[in-house]
């Protein structure tokens, strides 16, 4: 199985700041990684589909890369609502699986 | 719009099965598959296994043997079953829409919260 090890496992930041959050493939995934987003309620959303590209409808400040092995999500100015919970997915090869998330608290 | 909306129980007693059905709208059951996914406190998130549009699954090896989906294209509804629960399988069950191959779980379910106990 692909291991997602995701980081930081929690993320204090500010309104306003740009933050960053990776996850890095045990294996080869090429672009086959999404990022989710979980808000208190349980409510899951798709933010980022094969790496890089937006969602219709998410907010322009959210952005994918990829260097190597390493998947990055990045918030470019953090808003009140962005203070939730975070997962990758690799949908490489089966079984697919999930890094173990990050919780962005408001500092 | 898409939406799928989950039904099931939230308590099951030990060596029970677990049966949640997922009715979808929004969409046809016979051109996007669904997927099954749970979140537990010790092990995140889990994918559990697919069914595709055609009616073939796919599952998780480790849960092979105890899974089955299963759908009902007329009524919109995918049907999870899981047999033998034990106290481990207590989590947050969810049905996701496969909307293409950049698109695994593009729609979510609300999830069901399950707890396994006598």
């Keep these: 199985d692909i291991q997602m090890t995701q980081s930081p496992s929690s993320l204090s930041a500010s309104l306003g700041e740009r933050v960053s959050l990776t996850c890095r493939a045990s294996q080869d995934i090429g672009s086959s990684l999404n990022w989710l987003q979980q808000e208190p309620d349980g409510t899951i959303k798709h933010l980022i589909y094969a790496t890089s590209s937006l969602v219709s409808g998410v907010p322009k400040r959210f952005s994918g890369s990829r260097s190597g092995s390493d998947y990055s999500l990045t918030i470019s100015s953090l808003e009140s609502e962005d203070f939730v919970d975070y997962y990758c997915l690799q949908y490489a090869s089966s079984p697919l699986t999930f890094g173990a998330g990050t919780k962005l608290e408001l500092k | ?118």
């Design chain 2, 1 to 118: 719009q898409v939406q799928l909306k989950q039904s099931g129980p939230g308590l099951v007693q030990p060596s029970q099965s677990l049966s949640i059905t997922c009715t979808v709208s929004g969409f046809s059951l016979t051109n996007y598959g669904v997927h099954w996914v749970r979140q537990s406190p010790g092990k995140g998130l889990e994918w559990l296994g697919v069914i595709w549009s055609g009616g073939s699954t796919d599952y998780n090896a480790v849960f092979i043997s105890r899974l089955s989906i299963s759908k009902d294209n007329s009524k919109s509804q995918v049907f999870f079953k899981m047999n033998s629960l034990q106290d481990n399988d207590t989590a947050i069950y969810y049905c996701a829409r496969w909307g293409g191959y950049y698109y695994p779980m593009d729609y979510w379910g609300q999830g069901t919260s399950v707890t396994v106990s006598s």
